[in-house]
């Protein structure tokens, strides 16, 4: 009877390692695939993308204010009825054609510094579009980063009620032998009865969470919601040293290298700068602008009906002309438009240097209690590691004194229970370890996702 019973559990045990092991072979993707395809398919990078490429077309813009622009038109006009005869200088009843031609060229000399301006501040806003772009990309894989984990820990926890409840299966196997020969009582059956019906809805229950974490994930990911994601699972199984990052380093590095390099910190910063540029450039409409334009012209002039006058050409020639000139505008009054532009630029610049300041301080407290749960969930990992090799041994010679009479259901049962409790303390600290040293990482100017 004890070789049947080893039987069935150890058969049971493979089929639960067995399932995981297929799952396994199959392609399964890390969690820097997943970042990096999540990445790749985000609206909201896109989106950036597009917003970069405009902020370089402002810039474009920008620049074009120091060339000359350069205009060209024709005119043709019929006239009927009485009218000037520019022979003769007085009004007549003739029917008339005319026919201008003109191209002119004006460029804004100085408009109160505010073509330099426009430039410098067209440049921070690129410079401030790249960044953006660059904490979407960030943000993306951070939310996708732990959307992963969070599934990788309901594949663990789904693990782990799939094997208590092939033990409980087992448990309750050889209650029902032993009840058949005297061994247990009714009591004992029952228990084990109602031990395996709680396990089997907690695997169920873990299962839906499991789901729900896959679900949000692929969300994160933009991917196919029909389409099978199978997880890497390795860091399940491996000890938390082999994952241990050894290098610590100071908070204060740390922190000096995120506000070097922090894409969030550096928008804030190059928004700043754009306000700046926009307080001196709100100047123009309080100060002087100056302007230079030139132009060439010729006329046609015809009286219908008339064949006496000179031919096309010949007036195309005789009637070309030729003009250059300079024009000065000074605002006198604006309804204090001009005054009201300056100060309200001034104070946007005075919110953005505050929202940079503010800015810093949230990164440095980031940026620090990333460095000390880095520290602190490896400490628990550890430990709990320890835990759950105690606990698994307790339980593994309750289990054994049950079966030879000696220890209750009860006693099984909280021992599973306390075994169960601990690995999932342990999955949590080992998961959550690993993603604060990518965070530590990434905040020391390293790239979120490793090639």
Excluded at 57 to 84: C, E, H, Q, T, W
Excluded at 193 to 213: G, I, K, M, R
Excluded at 275 to 296: C, F, T
Excluded at 335 to 364: D, H, P, T
Aim: proline share 2%.
């Amino acid at each position: 009877m004890k070789k049947t019973i080893k039987t069935v559990a150890l058969a049971t045990l493979i089929t639960v390692n067995c399932q995981w092991s297929m799952v396994n072979a199959q392609e399964a993707w890390s969690v820097d695939q997943c970042m990096a395809y999540a990445v790749a398919h985000n609206h909201q990078v896109h989106q950036k993308e597009l917003e970069v490429k405009n902020n370089q077309m402002d810039k474009l813009s920008a620049i074009g204010n120091f060339i000359p622009s350069v205009d060209g038109g024709v005119s043709a006009r019929y006239g009927f009825g009485r009218g000037i005869d520019p022979e003769t200088n007085v009004y007549d009843n003739i029917s008339t054609f005319h026919n201008n031609y003109f191209i002119e060229a004006s460029m804004l000399i100085f408009q109160g510094g505010s073509l330099v301006n426009q430039v410098r501040k067209a440049q921070a806003n690129v410079k401030m579009g790249k960044v953006a772009l660059q904490e979407a990309q960030d943000n993306t894989a951070l939310d996708t980063f732990q959307a992963y984990i969070q599934a990788l820990y309901c594949m663990g926890t789904v693990r782990m009620a799939k094997q208590k409840l092939a033990e409980s299966d087992s448990l309750l196997y050889k209650a029902r032998l032993q009840e058949e020969i005297g061994m247990k009582g009714m009591a004992d059956v029952a228990q084990m009865e109602a031990q395996q019906a709680t396990d089997a809805y907690n695997y169920t229950h873990q299962q839906h969470l499991f789901e729900t974490a896959m679900l949000t994930l692929k969300q994160k990911m933009n991917y196919p919601m029909e389409d099978e994601l199978l997880l890497d699972s390795t860091l399940l199984d491996s000890p938390v040293m082999e994952q241990a990052n050894l290098d610590l380093v100071e908070k204060e590095q740390v922190v000096n290298l995120a506000l070097a390099g922090n894409p969030t910190l550096q928008k804030s910063l190059f928004k700043a700068q754009a306000q700046k540029m926009e307080s001196r450039g709100a100047w123009s409409e309080v100060l002087p602008s100056i302007s230079l334009y030139a132009g060439l012209n010729t006329s046609y002039y015809k009286q219908l009906h008339v064949d006496t006058y000179p031919s096309f050409k010949n007036q195309f020639k005789d009637n070309y002309g030729s003009y250059i000139g300079i024009s000065l505008s000074v605002p006198i009054f604006s309804q204090f438009k001009g005054v009201s532009s300056v100060r309200k630029a001034r104070n946007s610049y005075r919110i953005a240097k505050e929202q940079y300041e503010e800015q810093k301080l949230e990164l440095r407290k980031l940026v620090e209690q990333a460095v000390m749960d880095r520290e602190g969930y490896l400490r628990e990992s550890i430990q709990m590691e320890k835990k759950v090799a105690s606990d698994q041994l307790a339980y593994q010679v309750t289990k054994r004194k049950y079966e030879e009479g000696l220890m209750t259901s009860l006693d099984v049962q909280h021992n599973a229970a306390t075994w169960l409790e601990s690995q999932a303390s342990l999955l949590q600290s080992k998961l959550t370890y690993f993603l604060k040293c990518r965070l530590v990482e990434y905040y020391k100017g390293n790239d979120i996702i490793q090639q």
